[in-house]
T-cell receptor
């Protein structure tokens, strides 16, 4: 079955702009999580959506937001971009059910460069 | 969430067995231990998960002692393609808010 699809794969923005990233999870998965990866901070959890509701949230400012649609596809938005937002943004899907392995299936990421 | 400690890097040669140990002294009763592998510019990939004793799958084994304060990921007969960063995570099974530490950068040489 198809894996996790993230679009766009690469994008360049300037400071102050906003960006929207999209993630299509594996069919049947209801949980979508977002992570930011930078050389300095490593992999950091942004938020998780399950059945269109934000279920978990990381320690990022309010400029980072997300949503999930009824078909489980998710988008994340970063407003008022800063240079430090340059990163690889990874989306992961899972069945989202506690008591199971919780295995995350990651997409290839969207690499954002802020100039 | 229990904090984990792993070696920052390890070197090996093709065909050798590699053991990466992770310390998690504050692991809770309900916590499981999970390992992920990440190649450059790709998302992490689930390798193995365990609770106690030993777990084995087609790519790795996971050894967990009785006190569960540490775990060892064992990769048999590594190849160049096993060069990657390996992350050890500890948490409630199915909990989605994963905390990735710095990981162990494994370099496999010919």
């Amino acid at each position: 079955k198809a894996g996790v699809t993230q679009t766009p794969r690469y994008l360049i923005k300037t400071r102050g702009q906003q960006v929207t990233l999209s993630c299509s999870p594996i069919s049947g998965h209801r949980s979508v999580s977002w992570y930011q990866q930078t050389p300095g901070q490593g992999l950091q959890f942004l938020f998780e959506y399950f059945s269109e509701t934000q279920r978990n949230k990381g320690n990022f400012p309010g400029r980072f937001s997300g949503r999930q649609f009824s078909n489980s596809r998710s988008e994340m938005n970063v407003s008022t971009l800063e240079l430090g937002d340059s990163a690889l943004y990874l989306c992961a899907s899972s069945d989202g059910l506690t008591g199971r392995t919780g295995e995350l299936f990651f997409g290839e990421g969207s690499r954002l460069t802020v100039l | 969430l229990a904090k984990t400690t792993q070696p920052i890097s390890m070197d090996s040669y093709e065909g050798q067995e590699v053991n990466i140990t992770c310390s998690h002294n504050n692991i809770a009763t309900n916590d499981y231990i999970t390992w992920y592998q990440q190649f450059p510019s790709q998302g992490p990939r689930f390798i193995i998960q365990g609770y106690k004793t030993k777990v084995t799958n087609e790519v790795a084994s996971l050894f967990i002692p009785a006190d569960r304060k540490s775990s060892t990921l064992s990769l048999p007969r590594v190849s160049l393609s096993d060069t990657a960063v390996y992350y050890c995570l500890v948490g409630v099974r199915g909990f989605q808010k994963l905390v990735f530490g710095t990981g162990t950068r494994l370099l496999v040489s010919p």
